[in-house]
C-alpha cells in the first residue's frame, strides 16, 4: 500500500471514529436503541460533540506518532495533556 491510502484510510478512520462517538454519545450505556430514536435524536441536533472517547483515540495516536511505537509512560502524560 502506498503512503497517499494509508494516510487516507487513518484519516478516515480517524473521523469515522469521531463521527461515530459523536452520533453515539446520547445513547451512551443503553442497551439497545431504535433506528428511529437515532433518527429523531440527530436531527434535533444542530452540532455533534465527539466525547472522551475520541479525546482518548486523539492522545493514543499523537503518542504512537511521536514515539514511534507504545511507550505506555509518554502515553499516559499525553492524557493528561490532553485532558
Not at 487513518?10 to 446520547?26: H, K, M, N, Q, R
Not at 428511529?36 to 486523539?58: G, N, Q, V
Request: hydrophobic fraction near 35%; glycine fraction near 10%.
Amino acid at each position: 500500500m502506498d503512503q497517499r491510502t494509508l494516510v487516507s484510510k487513518c484519516l478516515g478512520s480517524f473521523l469515522g471514529t469521531a463521527v461515530g462517538d459523536a452520533l453515539g454519545a446520547p445513547f451512551e450505556g443503553r442497551y439497545r436503541v431504535g433506528i428511529e430514536e437515532i433518527r429523531s435524536a440527530t436531527e434535533k441536533r444542530d452540532i455533534l460533540i465527539y466525547t472522551d472517547d475520541t479525546h482518548m483515540m486523539i492522545g493514543v495516536d499523537e503518542s504512537l506518532i511521536r514515539c514511534k511505537g507504545f511507550d505506555g509512560e509518554d502515553m499516559a502524560w499525553t492524557f493528561v495533556k490532553n485532558y
